[in-house]
C-alpha cells in the first residue's frame, strides 16, 4: 500500500473542495477502497473521509411518495428500515443478501455500487493482461478461466467480467436515481446507466467524474409486490453467480407492468426490456410467462465455458418473477 494524506471533511462543500487534487478518493465504509489500495487496484494519494457528515445519513420521504437513502446509510438500517421493507422488499432482501453481517454494519448504500468487478485476473497480485488494470494489456479471462463470474450479456473482447454489487440489480429493477454532488455541479443518474459497458470504456467501471461524490440514491414509487434471487456456491458471505430482481404490477387478474433486472451478468445490472415488454397483459402462472421470461434472452452469449449461465438466469428471473407476483 503506498502513502497517501488523509483529510476528514466537516461540510459537504469542504469535500467536494478537498477533492479538487488530483489522484484523491473519498472514504466512507472503507470496506472495498481499503481492499483496492492493499493490492494495488487504486493508489490514491489523498483520501478524504466523508464518514461524518450527518446529512448523508438520512432516510427520508420524497414529495412524489419515494424515499431518498443517504449516501452515508448503512447497508443493515437500509434493509430493515419498515418503509424500505414494506414498500421495496426487493432492494430489503437484495442488500441482506449482500456480503456477511460484520460488512454490512460498516458498508454504505452509496459505496456498495462502487465496489469493483471480482474478476481474479483484474485483482490478481501478479501482473496479468487485464485491460481494467493496465489499458490496453488485453483480457485475460476471454480464453481463460471463465466459468463463474464472467458475462453473459453486453461484453466485448476486452473485458468479460460483471458487476457484483447485489443492491445495484435491485436499484436498476426499481429504476432509482443516484444523486451526485460535483464542483462544478451535480447531477441525477439513472442506476441503470450508472455501470459503464465495456464498448463504451473497458477501463473504466462506472460514469462518475473525479472528484464526484454520490451523496444519495431516490427510490420512486412504492413496489411491495417484488422480490430478490440470489444464486450463489454457499448460502451466505459469497457472490451471486447470478441474480434477480422483479417488481410487478397486477391490474384486473393480469400484469400491467414488469420490470426485471439480472445481476453478474453484465458489467451493469441487465435489464430484461424484451421480457417485460411480453409480460404485460399475461396472466400470472400461465405457460406463456416462462416465454416471455425466455424471450429477454435473444442477446445472451455465453463465453468458453459458461454457457450454464443462460438457463440458470433465465429460471433464476423467472422465479424472482413468481416471488413478485406472490408477493
Known sequence: MRPFTYVRAETLPGALDSARTDNTMFLAGGTELLNWARIGIETPSRLVDIGRLPELHEI?????????????????DVAQDARVETAYPVFSQAILKAASAQLRNLA?????????VRC????????????????????????????????????????????????????????????TEHGDGGRRIPATEFHTLPDVDPAAHNVLRPGELITG?????????????????????????????AAVEVTDGVISRARVALGSVALRPWRLYDAEAALVGLTPGS???????????????????????????RNTALRALELALEA
Open 60 to 76: 427520508t420521504p420524497t414529495e412524489d411518495g419515494g424515499l431518498r437513502i443517504g449516501a452515508l446509510a448503512r447497508l443493515n
Open 108 to 116: 454504505t448504500i452509496g459505496g456498495n455500487p462502487v465496489q469493483r
Open 217 to 245: 440514491i431516490e427510490l420512486g414509487a412504492p413496489a411491495p409486490r417484488s422480490a430478490y434471487v440470489k444464486v450463489r456456491e454457499r448460502q451466505s458471505y459469497e457472490y451471486a453467480l447470478v441474480s434477480a430482481a
Open 287 to 313: 405457460p406463456e410467462v416462462r416465454d416471455a421470461v425466455t424471450s429477454g434472452f435473444s442477446a445472451a452469449r455465453p463465453l468458453s465455458s459458461n454457457a450454464y449461465k443462460i438457463p440458470l438466469a
Open 120 to 179: 481474479p485476473y483484474f485483482r490478481s497480485n501478479g501482473p496479468v493482461a487485464c485491460n481494467k488494470r493496465v489499458p490496453g494489456s488485453g483480457c485475460a479471462a476471454l480464453h481463460g478461466a471463465n466459468s463463474e463470474r464472467f458475462a453473459i450479456f453486453g461484453w466485448t473482447e476486452d473485458c468479460v467480467a460483471v458487476q457484483p454489487s447485489d443492491p445495484a440489480v435491485a436499484l436498476a429493477c426499481l429504476d432509482a436515481e443516484i444523486i
